[in-house]
């Protein structure tokens, strides 16, 4: 009997770690945005976009972590949440929506992950795929500080580091906001479609 192997970061969120309004007041989600929330785990940041996004937008909310995904499900259906939209895939490999379909794509504490299992690439190629032209990338990071919280300093992100990842993939940095003693967002709006 083979065991799947967890997403580092499964059963794990910051959103106690982060303040709320602070962010949405940046992401600026409408009633009619298309947000994905990629990696969401249990889906914390989904569940509090969708007080901010009407039934008339949509919140892809996808995840490898398949308990994640159960447990989010089971909330969207008790809260009658149909804006929601809760999917189990691998991102680095593909993100299951349509080219262009998102207005703004949320990674919250996620991408420092992503690049210590070596899946960035993979990743951030399809999030620029699936970006509207002139959309954007919204991402939370640790700041690169001691823990903890969050995880240990030697693969946090600054915003330089961040930035620097994100360049190649045609996402330019348009604002930094701090969102806590330990986390910060970077907002990148897709100026370029072309891959590396």
Not at 183 to 189: D, I, P, W
Request: glycine fraction near 6%; hydrophobic fraction near 40%; proline fraction near 6%.
């Amino acid at each position: 009997m083979t065991s799947k192997k967890l997403p580092i970061a499964a059963g794990k969120s910051s959103f106690d770690l982060i303040e709320p309004d602070k962010l949405f007041a940046k992401l600026r989600l409408t009633e009619a945005t298309v947000l994905l929330d990629l990696a969401c785990g249990s889906g914390a940041y989904s569940l509090a976009a969708a007080e901010y996004i009407g039934e008339e937008g949509k919140i892809y909310s996808v995840d490898l972590w398949k308990e994640g995904i159960d447990i989010l499900q089971r909330e969207t259906a008790v809260r009658q949440l149909r804006q929601i939209q809760a999917t189990v895939a691998d991102v680095g490999r593909h993100i299951p929506l349509a080219d262009h379909s998102v207005d703004v794509c949320l990674m919250a504490t996620v991408l420092h992950d992503l690049i210590q299992e070596n899946t960035e690439k993979g990743a951030l190629r399809e999030v620029a795929r699936i970006v509207r032209p002139d959309g954007v990338l919204a991402v939370v990071e640790f700041k690169k500080i001691e823990g903890p919280p969050g995880p240990p300093l030697s693969i946090r992100l600054s915003p330089q580091e961040l930035e620097s990842v994100l360049l190649p993939y045609g996402f330019r940095p348009i604002t930094t906001t701090e969102l806590g003693s330990c986390t910060y967002l970077s907002v990148f709006r897709l100026s370029n479609t072309l891959n590396p």
